[in-house]
């Protein structure tokens, strides 16, 4: 069951998690009596596999944001990436960036997984960055 408190407890902080950077500022958000703009390059929908990897943040019935990746794109932990794995496109979020013989490399997992990705993401397997999910 569920912890129900007569009151707040003195201590509501949780454990700080890494949170995907700032892509957006409020300049490029205009919001409207009957639609929302965003003023974005580029910027394109995508929607998500019913795998549960990333619950509670993503599902199959929320629409994504995503910016192509590009070379000069500054990625870091917290930021949630689709790449290119045995053909399928995957989406989850960076936990580490480290770099070894063959350059950069990025370590990800699923938010609901147990586990780190077993494998290292390069450059040249992303594909974009979630910069935006709508429920």
Known sequence: GFAIYEEFPEDLSATERESPSNFLDEDNILV????????????YLTKFADTNSMD??????????????????????????????NNLVRIHRIIAIANDEEGIYYLTQGDNAKYLDPIKIRPFQIQGKLIGVLY
Do not use: C, H, R, W
């Open 56 to 85: 509670p943040t993503l599902d199959e019935a929320a629409n994504g944001i995503e910016i192509p990746y590009t070379s000069d794109m500054v990625l870091g932990p917290g930021d949630i990436i689709s790449f290119k794995f």
């Open 32 to 43: 409207l009596s009957n639609q929302v703009i965003l003023d974005v390059k580029d910027a």
